[in-house]
Nanobody
Framework: QVQLVESGGGLVQPGGSLRLSCAASGFSFASYASRWYRQAPGKERELVAPLTSTGRSTNYADSVKGRFTISRDNAKNTVYLQMNSLKPDDTAVYYC?????????????WGQGTQVTVSS
């Protein structure tokens, strides 16, 4: 059974940090690219940080550049999102996505999301 399970969300004060994790199972995670998306209330889902299957990160959203870092540990089938200097505008549900680069539509999986709230 294919699963992506996010964890690590919560309530944090502005300027604080969180690290999100996304544990994959049921497929060959090391062959898949990974992405973190987020969706704030009343807004469309936004791509935050992409990562290739080989661990190369490209094209962070402008709003998170220099503050967020995506990484992966293929031995643990896990992708991470380190979030520093958090702002209230970062408040959203964060989703993990994994897709096979040769079959981006048919082999495309999502987690259930984890809430991040940045507030004092």
């Amino acid at each position: 059974q294919v699963q992506l399970v996010e964890s690590g969300g919560g309530l944090v004060q502005p300027g604080g940090s969180l690290r999100l994790s996304c544990a994959a199972s049921g497929f060959s995670f090391a062959s898949y690219a990974s992405r973190w998306y987020r969706q704030a209330p009343g807004k469309e889902r936004e791509l935050v940080a992409p990562l290739t299957s080989t661990g190369r990160s490209t094209n962070y959203a402008d709003s998170v550049k220099g503050r967020f870092t995506i990484s992966r540990d293929n031995a643990k089938n896990t992708v991470y999102l380190q979030m520093n200097s958090l702002k209230p505008d970062d408040t959203a549900v964060y989703y993990c996505n994994a897709f096979h680069p040769y079959y981006p539509k048919s082999r495309n999986y999502w987690g259930q999301g984890t809430q991040v709230t940045v507030s004092s």
